[in-house]
């Protein structure tokens, strides 16, 4: 063999042995992305499912992984915010080469990302409601029951525990709010309540006296308020600075969030609550052994952290491994379509029952009412 060619080939064989590393290597790792709300509004809850997946994620690794693959984690910083989501998300498929998303709560993130996702063929585990395109629902799955139990859990307390007939809309203008918002107009009738009051307000409001005010005029003697961070507190305080006779009923919510408003309004306080905010309190069940699976890994880590967010991380990472398990491949499409036949699914909020015409999972409302009484969350019987 001349120089030439045993240089050529030595070359050639390089190349091939550099390649078919990479490629074992590839194939030895599923990369799963996360376009979270880090900073921002939606900081308490998306850190939480941050948190949550990565717990999830040792828990996997430790058994092996997905396939033989061990899982790593992307996550990127959305801010809270549509347009760093759709770089975060192209950055993550293009760059990263993320195979699956488990991504946050930032609704309009997603929706804004979706086009991104689809064309790229990655399904994505969300802790946000679906997008609003039928072809991007497609790719898109949810652990958030519909928006719509959360309101129906308030009002039906209204209507067996209360004198109270009519009551003002509070909420701030994220997809989640406004679905919730919906769901309260359609549905208030029914529990024989009148909304007398819808008010908006922006995520970094520091009063909400004058919408809280008109709706009290109008003669709402409770606030259906809807809406993640400060703003609870911001309310809570406006509310008996007024020196007003109203209660205040949340949505769902990180507890290190909800401790100062009780301490503000006390019995005038109640927010939705997850079955593993409430877990000392449940009934032994398929559910609450789920919840424990998470709970032990971690309490071990966060101690008595809120488990809410951090439960559904726990969940899509589950339902990932799930899926691909069954599918027996990594391959986006393949998992989509497996995440599709994923029912019966036990998780730490429900059982998820997805289909090829439901991605939403959750369809029984698992939901609770509580209030803190003593420092101490308590469900409202």
């Not at 024989?192 to 008109?214: F, P, W």
């Not at 400060?230 to 109203?246: V, Y």
């Not at 008595?304 to 967010?309: C, E, F, S």
Request: hydrophobic share 45%; aromatic share 8%.
């Amino acid at each position: 063999m001349s120089q030439f060619r045993w240089v050529s080939a030595l070359l050639i064989g390089g190349v091939a042995a550099m390649t078919g590393a990479l490629t074992a290597q590839a194939q030895g790792v599923y990369k799963v992305g996360m376009s979270a709300g880090l900073t921002g509004y939606a900081a308490t809850v998306d850190r939480a499912w941050r948190d949550g997946v990565e717990v999830a994620i040792a828990a996997i690794n430790a058994k092996g992984g997905i396939n033989g693959r061990k899982v790593e984690l992307v996550v990127e910083d959305n801010r809270s915010e549509p347009q760093e989501a759709v770089t975060a998300y192209r950055k993550m498929i293009s760059s990263d080469k993320a195979q699956v998303f488990a991504s946050g709560c930032v609704s309009a993130g997603n929706f804004a990302a979706a086009p991104l996702v689809v064309r790229a063929e990655t399904p994505m585990v969300l802790c946000s409601i679906l997008p609003q395109q039928p072809d991007h629902v497609k790719w898109a799955f949810t652990t958030i029951p519909p928006p719509r139990f959360e309101v129906e859990t308030r009002l039906e307390y209204i209507q067996k525990k209360t004198q109270i007939k009519k009551i003002g809309v509070l909420h701030d203008p994220s997809p989640y709010a406004n679905a919730q918002k919906a769901a309260a107009e359609k549905e208030a009738k029914d529990y024989g309540l009148e909304i007398v009051g819808v008010e908006q307000y922006k995520t970094d409001d520091a009063d909400l006296s004058v919408q809280i005010q008109k709706m009290y005029a109008a003669g709402a003697r409770a606030i259906i308020k809807i809406g993640l961070g400060g703003t609870t507190l911001t309310a809570a305080k406006n509310i008996k600075q007024l020196g007003l006779d109203m209660i205040m009923l949340t949505s769902l919510e990180d507890i290190a969030v909800f401790r100062p408003v009780a301490e503000v309004l006390g019995d005038k306080f109640f927010f939705v609550a997850s079955p593993a905010q409430v877990y000392d309190g449940l009934t032994d069940s398929p559910l609450k052994t789920e919840i424990g699976k998470f709970l032990t890994p971690w309490r071990a880590k966060y101690q008595d952290r809120d488990p809410n967010w951090a439960g559904r991380g726990w969940d899509a990472m589950m339902l990932i491994a799930a899926a691909a398990e069954k599918a027996k491949s990594v391959d986006g499409p393949k998992v989509r379509d497996t995440l599709e036949t994923m029912d019966n699914f036990q998780g730490t909020t429900g059982i998820y029952h997805f289909s090829a015409t439901n991605h939403q999972g959750i369809t029984e409302n698992p939901l609770l009412l509580a209030t803190i009484v003593g420092g101490q969350v308590k469900v409202v019987k």
